[in-house]
């Protein structure tokens, strides 16, 4: 029997070319490539430059290479890389944005004392190249 990596728990992956459409929950990691349209709650996601993500999108932790747009909460460390697009309103603990990202919408940064939305301190943001 092969030594599996207890870590790699529940992950999907979209290839370039497939179109996903629905409500997914990951425990493990989600890495898009392809399209994703829908609601989707994940521990983390990786959007590669050919991936498209639109919807309500909840993970921990998320690395943006491709575009994501309409509704993104991430809890922790939210990383936008120089080919990177998100649009819409994003909420996040923490972010680093590599020169040439694109964010246009509404940041809301989750504060530590409470997660709650009500919580979120709400700053309108439109910044890109």
Not at 3 to 17: L, P, S, V, Y
Not at 70 to 86: A, K, Y
Not at 99 to 119: F, N, Q, V, W
Request: aromatic share 2%.
């Amino acid at each position: 029997m092969a030594d599996m990596n207890d870590k790699n728990d529940g992950a999907i992956f979209i290839g370039a070319g497939v179109e996903l459409k629905g409500e997914v929950s990951v425990p493990g990691c989600a890495s898009v490539d392809g399209k994703f349209e829908g609601v989707l709650k994940a521990k983390s996601l990786n959007v590669g430059q050919s991936g498209h993500v639109t919807g309500q999108i909840s993970v921990d932790t998320a690395e943006i290479r491709g575009t994501v747009a309409d509704h993104l909460v991430v809890q922790s460390n939210l990383i936008l890389r120089s080919t990177g697009s998100i649009t819409g309103t994003i909420a996040y603990s923490k972010v680093m944005v590599e020169e040439g990202g694109s964010l246009a919408g509404t940041i809301e940064k989750i504060t530590r004392a409470s997660a709650s939305e009500s919580e979120h301190k709400v700053v309108p943001l439109h910044a890109g190249e």
